[in-house]
């Protein structure tokens, strides 16, 4: 399950609201959304290994961690990992050859009060598949 969410900003100025059926203020808790303010996080890379003040925006995930961390000590996996190597913020590497494939699937839910509409936003890089945001909305007839 994931809440529906908006673009609003709260009191402290950070947009990503949830859109939900109770009145709960910022602080109190929820279980979040697919929001890509709550989808993505900040990955802090530093080393001989990486690109000096590079800036990575292609998707990415902790499952990407063990495949780098692997590739930097030159150790082979003893099998396929989940994840890949995060080679565009390497050194020695082109990051313009790294390309995301993003594209956006929706389902269309007609009911007989109005139609509810959920989507997901997915990208792949290489063969790893990332969800970047999902969100519903309902329309009342």
Do not use: C
């Amino acid at each position: 399950m994931a809440f529906r969410w908006n673009d609003a900003k709260n009191q402290f100025g950070i947009p990503g609201m949830i859109d939900a059926d109770w009145q709960r203020q910022a602080g109190q808790g929820t279980h979040a959304t697919l929001s890509r303010f709550d989808m993505h996080n900040t990955l802090i890379a530093a080393g001989p290994d990486f690109r000096r003040g590079g800036v990575d925006d292609l998707p990415t995930g902790n499952v990407d961690l063990a495949p780098t961390i692997l590739q930097i000590l030159r150790i082979n996996p003893p099998q396929q990992l989940d994840g890949r190597i995060l080679s565009e913020a390497m050194v020695n590497i082109d990051p313009s050859t790294v390309k995301p494939e993003t594209k956006t699937i929706q389902v269309i839910k007609a009911l007989p009060s109005g139609t509810w509409r959920q989507s997901l936003q997915i990208s792949r890089v290489g063969s790893t598949i990332y969800l970047d945001e999902g969100n519903g909305a309902f329309a009342k007839r």
